[in-house]
């Protein structure tokens, strides 16, 4: 088992940044692959980014590539989102998850999810 907590979540103008936050705890940390999902309103959850175990590894949506960096901390069990350029289209619920293996861009590949952090942008 592990849990997950999300933070860092906003209201920010558009081209403005916003660095997530995902807290582990349970089961080591490091032995999970991570990754970042989001939920509009009346929308699916969507893959934004997933990392490996040792960070050495990542995969983006092409919606966010060159915007979003994933990056994790093993010693600190944290995985982060830095979004810049954010756009309104970004507006959604973010999730991070964790799964045993791969960079898995589909949510049922993901074991454990967080609560969600609602990052807003405006116009």
């Known amino acids: 088992q592990v849990q997950l907590v999300e933070s860092g979540g906003g209201l920010v103008q558009a081209g403005g940044s916003l660095r997530l936050s995902c807290s582990a705890s349970g089961r080591t940390f490091s032995s999970f692959y991570m990754g970042w999902f989001r939920q509009a309103p009346g929308k699916e959850r969507e893959f934004v980014t997933a990392i490996s175990r040792a960070g050495l590894r990542t995969n983006y949506a092409d919606s966010v590539k060159g915007r979003f960096t994933i990056s994790r901390d093993n010693a600190k069990n944290t995985v982060y989102l830095q979004m810049n350029s954010l756009k309104p289209e970004d507006t959604a619920v973010y999730y991070c998850?964790?799964?045993?293996?791969?960079?898995?861009?589909?949510?049922?590949?993901?074991?454990?999810w967080g609560q969600g952090t609602q990052v807003t942008v405006s116009s």
């Open positions: 998850g964790a799964m045993e293996s791969g960079l898995g861009s589909t949510p049922n590949e993901y074991n454990y």
